[in-house]
């Protein structure tokens, strides 16, 4: 049964930082590229991040440029999103996505004073 479970996710001053991990199971996690979106309330979902199968190449969503970084240890079958700088913008449910896999329940992430 295939399975992308997130967490990490919470509430953080602007300017702070979160990590969020992705567990994935019952699929070959390494053969697949993982992805990170969010979606925020009344606005579509939006790609974030995405990381090839062994890591070697990444792809950012502009708007997180600089700030966001997409990894993967393929030896835990965990994917995650180091984010630093939040903006309230920011404030979303983050989900973790694998092409013809489907998606995690997502993580709630919000950035507030």
């Known amino acids: 049964q295939v399975q992308l479970v997130e967490s990490g996710g919470g509430l953080v001053q602007p300017g702070g930082s979160l990590r969020l991990s992705c567990a994935a199971s019952?699929?070959?996690?390494?053969?697949?590229?993982m992805n990170w979106y969010r979606q925020a309330p009344g606005s579509e979902r939006e790609f974030i991040a995405g990381?090839?199968?062994?890591?070697?190449?990444?792809h950012l969503a502009d708007s997180v440029k600089g700030r966001f970084t997409i990894s993967r240890d393929n030896a835990k079958n965990t994917v995650y999103l180091q984010m630093n700088g939040l903006k309230p913008e920011d404030t979303a449910v983050y989900y973790c996505?694998?092409?013809?896999?489907?998606w995690g329940q997502g993580t709630q992430v919000t950035v507030s004073s």
């Open positions: 996505n694998a092409a013809s896999i489907g």
């Open positions: 990381i090839t199968n062994f890591g070697g190449n990444t």
């Open positions: 019952g699929f070959s996690f390494s053969r697949y590229t």
